[in-house]
């Protein structure tokens, strides 16, 4: 498992039990996809970027963005991964952000 906000992989590694790892790249020398929901475009590129410098080999590889972003940062990230051989595939999820009971 990866989250780029380590103390966040590390809760819910404890919590499913499943090994947390460092990089995007180790991620992915591992399984044969992975799916990623990020924030925003920024953290689209950012995560597309270092799992493209951090895989040693991509193999059969396929990156599943479920992201909800421009197609411009879409097609920015196929770009920065395909590069490096790492299959890329747009699946957005869309739908408004529900608040917590009790939240302001």
């Given at each position: 498992?990866?989250?780029?906000?380590r103390h966040?992989a590390?809760?819910s590694?404890?919590r499913?039990?499943?090994?947390?790892?460092?990089f995007?790249?180790?991620l992915l020398?591992?399984v044969?996809?992975a799916?990623?929901?990020?924030?925003?475009?920024?953290?689209?590129?950012?995560?597309?970027?270092?799992t493209?410098?951090?895989l040693?080999?991509?193999?059969s590889?396929v990156f599943?963005?479920?992201s909800?972003?421009?197609?411009t940062a879409?097609?920015?990230?196929?770009?920065?991964?395909?590069?490096?051989g790492?299959?890329?595939?747009?699946a957005?999820?869309?739908?408004?952000?529900?608040k917590?009971a009790?939240?302001?």
């Open positions: 498992m990866y989250n780029r906000i966040k590390e809760e590694g404890r499913l039990g499943v090994r947390i790892l460092r995007t790249g180790e020398e591992n044969d996809g799916i990623a929901f990020v924030t925003d475009e920024h953290a689209l590129k950012t995560i597309s970027l270092e493209a410098s951090k040693e080999r991509a193999g590889t599943i963005n479920a909800t972003v421009t197609s879409s097609l920015e990230a196929m770009r920065i991964l395909e590069s490096r790492i299959g890329y595939v747009e957005p999820v869309f739908g408004a952000r529900m917590r009790g939240a302001d």
